[in-house]
């Protein structure tokens, strides 16, 4: 590597930008990439770079290295072709068949009404820019494009990448500009059911619905630790401080909508005595009162709401049940359980859905961990709910990597970064969950680094991505690319 950067030229992000506008024309839901698929494929088959299709629709793409380059050093770039699909709660947006509606705004890539898709569709741009270029001095390019990372990791569990020579991995999946990622947090992923009895409420009980809305949502592992609260959890304590003073009966309970997003609101259904229906408004006031005192509406809009619905019917679940569900959300704990010396999260748990489907009630959440050995200290707690209350239980599991005490290749990326920002990276084992654990464990002695742009609110209708921090990562990645 030469002693300072010597970069001659400052590549603009024009062709990252179209590569982006058109990704974002194209719905990926998470096990539904098949359009997107097709859109890689045919990119790689116009340009006449060798690649590969599997029938769960991961694709590799090859490009040689250019002629001057005479390492014989190669990389692999990857990312995920999925989105997380979250949208405004009255927007009209179908991701099974509508684009994105995105739009600049000042330094900002924006998403009217929706995620803004730039996890992970940034670095899939940023790839095929790299891949279409005849100018940017490159070894040997092995571009890795995954499906289904943001809900099960399949595609990175299935993927076939023997063929691939190179051990240094360069992954396009990061959300903040002045970190390196080096590590990630392994996930278990859980579903507790609840098997519900119904009954049939005497004409002296009307029906409610309560709302708590405004929370800020985000991304269940970098925002887990900014105190954003949880509204599932909130709806427990609401329904629990109810059902103290009150008959209570709940009908229909539902919220959020995936483990990986913090939750933005929670609704339920709930029978009550008529007579009680003035007692249990003041309730409400006072919760909302509050709520609103909590550090977590600091960022936010929180507030607690009722309404007196119309009823179709008198069927609910019965006090029993009732009581079970409240006391399983209160127990299930939520946020950082477990954090490092300087504050940084190593154990955290997000309460990412609630719903009933017929007389079961259906609680989903995650787990994430960067220490082994504190999180079965967590899941053994969680073995005792579900013991307690005889539930159902499911889960799954996503590996963790953990990076290597001494690599030439990190090294490179810091000092080229250090060069290049005029400043000192911060080189962290993150929280989040990528798929370098399964790469990991396919590819022996693989060297892992993740970078990208400043993203902002992930895994929300908030989501933004800076520019002009585009702009100095993708530069950032092509001196990495010429040094190698």
């Known amino acids: 590597m030469s002693n300072g950067?010597?970069?001659?030229?400052?590549?603009?992000?024009?062709?990252?930008?179209?590569?982006?506008?058109?990704?974002?024309?194209?719905?990926?839901?998470?096990?539904?990439?098949?359009?997107?698929?097709?859109?890689?494929?045919?990119?790689?088959?116009?340009?006449?770079?060798?690649?590969?299709?599997?029938?769960?629709?991961n694709i590799i793409i090859i490009k040689e290295a250019v002629k001057s380059k005479k390492s014989n050093e190669s990389v692999i770039l990857q990312c995920h072709l999925d989105m997380v699909c979250e949208k405004e709660e009255n927007s009209n947006h179908d991701f099974k068949k509508d684009g994105l509606d995105i739009y600049i705004d000042g330094d900002f890539i924006k998403a009217r009404e929706t995620t803004l898709g730039a996890d992970n569709g940034i670095g899939i741009a940023i790839i095929l820019a790299i891949l279409n270029s005849n100018e940017i001095n490159h070894p040997k390019i092995e571009a890795i494009f995954t499906v289904q990372e943001e809900t099960t990791m399949e595609g990175a569990k299935k993927i076939d990448v023997s063929m691939l020579k190179s051990k240094k991995m360069i992954g396009l999946d990061n959300m903040n500009e002045e970190e390196l990622w080096i590590g990630c947090a392994g996930a278990k992923i859980f579903e507790y059911e609840i098997e519900g009895t119904k009954q049939k409420n005497s004409k002296s009980y009307t029906l409610i619905k309560l709302g708590i809305s405004g929370f800020l949502g985000g991304h269940s592992g970098k925002d887990i630790s900014k105190n954003r609260g949880n509204p599932i959890k909130e709806m427990g304590n609401l329904l629990d401080t109810l059902s103290k003073k009150y008959n209570i009966y709940l009908k229909n309970i539902y919220g959020g909508g995936k483990v990986n997003v913090i939750p933005r609101e929670c609704y339920s259904e709930i029978f009550i005595k008529y007579d009680d229906l003035n007692k249990i408004k003041q309730e409400i006031i006072n919760y909302n009162k509050l709520l609103k005192k909590k550090s977590i509406n600091k960022n936010g809009n929180i507030s607690v709401n009722m309404i007196k619905l119309e009823q179709i019917d008198n069927n609910s679940f019965n006090l029993n049940t009732t009581k079970k569900v409240i006391k399983v959300i209160k127990d299930i704990k939520n946020g950082v359980y477990y954090k490092d010396k300087y504050g940084n999260p190593l154990v955290s748990l997000n309460i990412g859905k609630i719903e009933n489907i017929e007389n079961k009630i259906k609680i989903s959440f995650s787990i994430r961990t960067n220490r082994s050995e504190v999180e079965q200290k967590l899941e053994e707690e969680l073995n005792n709910i579900v013991k307690k209350y005889k539930m159902q239980e499911r889960k799954s599991e996503l590996s963790g990597y953990e990076h290597k005490e001494r690599s030439k290749f990190i090294d490179t990326c810091?000092?080229?970064?250090k060069q290049y920002f005029k400043k000192k990276p911060r080189v962290l084992d993150m929280h989040i969950c990528l798929e370098t654990g399964f790469f990991a464990n396919k590819i022996q002695n693989l060297d892992f680094i993740a970078i990208a742009p400043n993203i902002y609110d992930a895994h929300s209708p908030k989501e933004r991505c800076s520019v002009s921090s585009l702009k100095k990562i993708y530069n950032y990645l092509i001196l990495i690319l010429k040094e190698i």
């Open 5 to 57: 950067v010597n970069f001659m030229k400052e590549f603009d992000i024009n062709e990252v930008m179209k590569y982006f506008y058109e990704i974002s024309e194209i719905p990926r839901i998470s096990g539904k990439e098949e359009k997107i698929a097709d859109y890689i494929e045919n990119f790689a088959i116009k340009r006449n770079l060798n690649y590969t299709r599997d029938s769960y629709n």
């Open 414 to 417: 810091k000092t080229i970064y």
